[in-house]
Each structure stands twice: as C-alpha cells, then as structure tokens.
Antibody, heavy 119, light 107 residues
Framework: VQLVESGGGLVQPGGSLRLSCAASGFSFSDYSMNWVRQVPGKGLEWVSYISGSSNIIYYADSVRGRFTISRDSAKNSVFLQMNSLRGEDTALYYC?????????????WGQGTLVTVSS | DIQMTQSPSSVSASVGDRVTITCRASQDIRSWLAWYQQKPGKAPKILIYAASSLQSGVPSRFSGSGSGTDFTLTITSLQPEDFATYYCQQADSFPLTFGGGTKVEIK
C-alpha cells in the first residue's frame, strides 16, 4: 500500500488549494478514505471522510462548507478541494486509508503535504 | 461531538518499564477505539483497533483494553523504539475525534 499526497503549498487567506492523494497497492474502490491534518507540533484532527462508492461523505465542523472531498476510481485518487482558507487551516494534511473497508480507523497514511495559509 | 481525553499528557519511563496510557470518551463508544503511535517527522501508525485487537505486525508488548468510556493502552517492557507520542481515536461516530496525545519520553 502506498499513499502519496501532493498539492500543498503557501496560499493567502481566502485562497484555494486542491490536495491530491494517489493510492496504490490495494483495491481502491473497496475502501473509504480520509483526510487528517496536524498542525506541526500539535495533535491530530480528522478532516473528512468519503466512502468507497462516494455516496457517504462527512466533514469536520471546522471545514464544512469550505472543503470538498472527492475521489476518482479511474485514477485511484482522492482529493480535497479547500476554499476560503484561513490561518487555522495551516497544517500537514495526511491522506489515510480505512483499515477494513469502512471501519472508521486508519491503517495506512501518506507522508503528508504541508498547507500554509499566510499573507 | 465525542471528546477524547488522554492522560497523562507525557510520561518519562525507562527501557524495560511497563507504561499505561488512559483514554476517556465523553460518551459511550462501545469498543470503537483505536490507538496510534507517531514518531517525529513520521505519519501515525495504527497499533490497536476495536479497543483490544492488535494490528498485524505490531509487537505483542502492546495491548489495549476497555469499553464504554474508559480505555487503556499498555506497553509491557518498553523498548527504545517505543519512545513516541500515542493517540487514541474514537471510531463510533462522526466527527471522528482523537485524544490530545501522550508523549512517552526517556527517563
């Protein structure tokens, strides 16, 4: 299993970014996927969940209405569109695979992509 | 939202020690709890799921127990590679939430 995130970077407050996570080594459509973020030196915060068939989606309250999760089974990828970014969104964003289809915990993580929101 | 409270926030221990970390949920989460280990600069690694099930490949010195609101992660005979930060996570309902972490440091 391999998860590789990309798309992070420096963005001004109010701006947008689209994160990508390329997955390999497992049957992608059989597993739900998540985004989890971590402010450097701080704890973990779950951000968003998408089921294998994309029919069930959840968001943390802190990002609902601003972030959109999606996935593309043809590309074995999951995405996080982040709009109206704020300073408090600055964090390392991890893509995380569900442990067992839809167990709501995570057995594989990417290396993370850093998002910095600053003027 | 379900709040997860870990204690202690840090613990100093020696190689060979037994270490116990506690996680308390703000409401009943049955056995839907996972434990993760995170080392500096690395992604978290799952150790335990469903409160007491050992993830494949994880050494047997790690064990989890509890149900309802109170859970424990125990490391018997602490090894040098176990010095890290540990997080609990409830998998009972959305939004999924993590504890604040427990840093296991070298005494």
């Amino acid at each position: 299993v391999q998860l590789v995130e990309s798309g992070g970077g420096l963005v001004q407050p109010g701006g947008s970014l689209r994160l990508s996570c390329a997955a390999s080594g497992f049957s992608f459509s059989d597993y739900s996927m998540n985004w989890v973020r971590q402010v450097p030196g701080k704890g973990l915060e779950w951000v968003s969940y998408i089921s294998g068939s994309s029919n069930i989606i959840y968001y943390a309250d802190s990002v609902r209405g601003r972030f959109t999760i999606s996935r593309d089974s043809a590309k074995n990828s999951v995405f996080l569109q982040m709009n109206s970014l704020r300073g408090e969104d600055t964090a390392l964003y991890y893509c995380a695979k569900d442990r067992a289809g839809s167990s709501w915990n995570f057995d594989h993580w990417g290396q993370g992509t850093l998002v910095t929101v600053s003027s | 939202d379900i709040q997860m409270t870990q204690s202690p926030s840090s613990v100093s221990a020696s190689v060979g020690d037994r270490v116990t970390i506690t996680c308390r949920a703000s409401q009943d989460i049955r056995s839907w709890l996972a434990w993760y280990q995170q080392k500096p600069g690395k992604a978290p690694k799952i150790l335990i799921y469903a409160a007491s099930s050992l993830q494949s490949g994880v050494p047997s010195r790690f064990s989890g127990s509890g149900s309802g609101t109170d859970f424990t992660l125990t490391i018997t005979s602490l090894q040098p590679e176990d010095f890290a930060t540990y997080y609990c996570q409830q998998a009972d309902s959305f939004p999924l939430t993590f504890g604040g972490g427990t840093k296991v440091e070298i005494k």
